[in-house]
């Protein structure tokens, strides 16, 4: 199975501010890498897919970049929104696993 | 609107079955993937089960081989997950969601999750 995983687990930032999260696979996955913003009792929602594509509706702050086995969500000028647990997952191979989710909050 | 709606969860005791329902609509059920994902309390996220569109074809996570099976009747637009030989690790709220299939060459390729239900919460304890 391809290992994700996610650093920081946690972090917190001022509204404003750019955050940066890394996503790592065990193995290459080109740009099969998707990212999923989860809000405290709600259902994830996809926000980018193949690594660096916005799906539709999502605010252009949330930038995806990377390919092979190192990739980045960058949300430029944080917003209290925001507030919620980010997931990375792989889809190039199955079984499809999930990062390990890092939370964001505002500091 | 894309709209899946979950149900059928509940307390069950280690052992026991249970079968999960997604009711969807706002979307023509029978052109689309469908999977199964599951969040353990506090955890993160699992893929559980996928199944083709035409039902024919259907994978599973290792932990849930033999013990979850998935299936669709897209007559009802309907996809289930039929739980037996329930384990304490099996406690998670469960989401069914649709999935794109094809990547953005347009070639088949699952495990875009685009759309979620709400989900449904599956206890088991005795």
């Known amino acids: 199975d391809i290992e994700m995983t996610q650093s920081p687990s946690s972090l917190s930032a001022s509204v404003g501010d750019r955050v940066t999260i890394s996503c790592q696979a065990s193995q290459d996955i080109s740009n099969y890498l998707n990212w999923y913003q989860q809000k405290p009792g709600k259902a994830p929602k996809l926000l980018i897919y193949?690594?660096?594509s916005l799906e539709t509706g999502v605010p252009l702050r949330f930038i995806g970049r990377g390919s092979g086995t190192d990739f980045t969500l960058t949300i430029n000028s944080l917003q209290p929104e925001d507030i919620a647990t980010y997931y990375c997952?792989?889809?190039?191979?199955?079984?499809?696993?999930f990062g390990p989710g890092t939370k964001v909050d505002i500091k | 609107e894309v709209q899946l709606l979950e149900s059928g969860g509940g307390l069950v005791q280690p052992g026991g079955s249970l079968r999960l329902s997604c009711a969807a609509s706002g979307f023509t059920f029978s052109r689309y993937e469908m999977n199964w994902v599951r969040q353990a309390p506090g955890k993160g996220l699992e893929w559980v089960s996928y199944?083709?569109?035409?039902?024919?074809?259907?994978t599973y996570a290792d932990s849930v081989k033999g013990r979850l099976t998935i299936s669709r009747d897209n007559a009802k637009n309907s996809l289930y997950l039929q739980m037996n030989s329930l384990r304490a690790e099996d406690t998670a709220v469960y989401y069914c969601?649709?999935?794109?299939?094809?990547?953005?060459?347009?070639?088949?390729?699952?495990?875009?999750?685009?759309?979620w239900g709400q989900g449904t919460l599956v206890t088991v304890s005795s």
């Open positions: 997952q792989q889809f190039d191979n199955l079984p499809f696993t």
């Open positions: 193949d690594a660096s």
């Open positions: 969601a649709r999935d794109i299939g094809y990547d953005s060459r347009g070639l088949p390729k699952p495990g875009y999750f685009q759309n």
């Open positions: 199944i083709s569109a035409s039902g024919t074809s259907k």
